[in-house]
């Protein structure tokens, strides 16, 4: 039988939470100091991918929203996955972003809030025993992911560095 | 075989979790109803592991994540898994960051109770 299933690129808004089943994908776009967690189930064949924009709620006046935040973006990503059926030891979890997109604000300043993110989210991940599979991560430079919840596989795009599958 | 310690607040619950784990031939040490009443048997019973539910009445200013904190204060090995209800995202990071190991999200299917308390094991 000769049958295509339609994939549906479904899009993650930046400080949102977004849930696909194969054949979909997720796309998060322009990235910078963002972070683009992506967490897979691949015998569900479904993936989470969260878009959050800072560390914690301590760093924002908004505070009900959990995916504009690392840990908690991270939670709740989890939390959809496991309604979904997902299990914690079959995760592949990918992190994107966290660029240093100011120049004039120094890599190891406070205020690198890239870095930031990024260091959050190897704290929960580790706190969780949850292994980080890739990292893309840091630069100066925007990204753009899209996850295949067929496979697994992300699609990192950039301006100047090209492309290519992780 | 693993001991456990259950900490809900509802008796119910406790059943749910305890039976659970049983029939995976993990044995249950003891049941607390409250933070402040997991901290005291986590010292007597030093179990391998505690279920903690993470919304429960304040004893003495202690509710389910203050019991966290103080139990790996104690015991910096100690393995927490919390139980969450949907929503509780900021509760289900403090406690992560205070130390717990995974949480798992009512309601929850048998299975991923399990898997919770053998990656923790584990791990």
């Given at each position: 039988?000769?049958?295509?299933?339609?994939?549906?690129?479904?899009?993650?808004?930046?400080?949102?939470?977004?849930?696909?089943?194969?054949?979909?994908?997720?796309?998060?776009?322009?990235?910078?100091?963002?972070?683009?967690?992506?967490?897979?189930?691949?015998?569900?064949?479904?993936?989470?991918?969260?878009?959050?924009m800072?560390?914690?709620?301590?760093?924002?006046?908004?505070?009900?929203n959990?995916?504009?935040?690392?840990?908690?973006?991270?939670?709740?990503?989890?939390?959809?996955?496991?309604?979904?059926g997902?299990?914690?030891?079959?995760?592949?979890?990918?992190?994107?972003?966290?660029?240093?997109?100011?120049?004039?604000?120094?890599?190891?300043?406070?205020?690198?809030?890239?870095?930031?993110?990024?260091?959050?989210?190897h704290?929960?991940?580790?706190?969780l025993?949850?292994?980080?599979?890739?990292?893309?991560?840091?630069?100066?430079?925007?990204?753009?992911?899209?996850?295949?919840?067929?496979?697994?596989?992300?699609?990192?795009?950039?301006?100047?560095?090209?492309?290519?599958?992780? | 075989?693993?001991?456990?310690?259950?900490?809900?607040?509802?008796?119910?619950?406790?059943?749910?979790?305890?039976?659970?784990?049983?029939?995976?031939?993990?044995?249950?040490?003891?049941?607390?109803?409250?933070?402040?009443?997991?901290?005291?048997?986590?010292?007597?019973?030093?179990?391998?592991?505690?279920?903690?539910?993470?919304?429960?009445?304040?004893?003495?200013?202690?509710?389910?994540?203050?019991?966290?904190?103080?139990?790996?204060?104690?015991?910096?090995?100690?393995?927490?898994?919390?139980?969450?209800?949907?929503?509780?995202?900021?509760?289900?990071?403090?406690?992560i960051?205070?130390?717990?190991?995974?949480?798992?999200?009512?309601?929850?299917?048998?299975?991923?109770?399990?898997?919770?308390?053998?990656?923790?094991?584990?791990?």
């Amino acid at each position: 039988m000769d049958r295509v299933m339609e994939s549906n690129l479904i899009e993650v808004q930046m400080g949102k939470m977004e849930i696909a089943q194969a054949p979909d994908r997720l796309i998060t776009r322009g990235l910078g100091s963002c972070l683009g967690i992506t967490i897979w189930d691949p015998v569900k064949k479904t993936g989470a991918m969260v878009h959050p924009m800072l560390p914690d709620m301590e760093w924002s006046k908004i505070k009900n929203n959990p995916s504009r935040f690392v840990n908690s973006g991270i939670a709740l990503a989890m939390e959809e996955l496991e309604k979904k059926g997902c299990f914690r030891s079959r995760y592949e979890i990918k992190i994107f972003g966290g660029a240093h997109m100011f120049s004039f604000i120094n890599a190891d300043s406070a205020l690198n809030v890239g870095q930031k993110n990024i260091d959050m989210a190897h704290e929960i991940f580790k706190n969780l025993n949850l292994k980080i599979l890739v990292e893309d991560v840091g630069g100066t430079f925007g990204r753009t992911i899209e996850l295949d919840a067929e496979t697994g596989k992300v699609l990192v795009k950039t301006v100047s560095w090209g492309e290519k599958v992780v | 075989m693993a001991r456990v310690l259950v900490v809900d607040d509802a008796l119910f619950m406790r059943r749910m979790l305890s039976d659970i784990l049983k029939k995976e031939g993990i044995e249950i040490c003891g049941e607390a109803e409250n933070g402040k009443d997991a901290i005291d048997k986590y010292q007597q019973l030093k179990p391998d592991l505690v279920t903690m539910d993470i919304v429960m009445p304040k004893i003495e200013e202690i509710d389910g994540i203050g019991a966290v904190k103080e139990i790996v204060k104690a015991d910096a090995q100690a393995k927490i898994i919390m139980v969450s209800a949907m929503g509780q995202h900021s509760l289900v990071v403090e406690a992560i960051q205070a130390g717990a190991k995974d949480f798992v999200t009512k309601p929850f299917q048998p299975s991923r109770v399990i898997e919770a308390v053998k990656r923790a094991l584990g791990g």
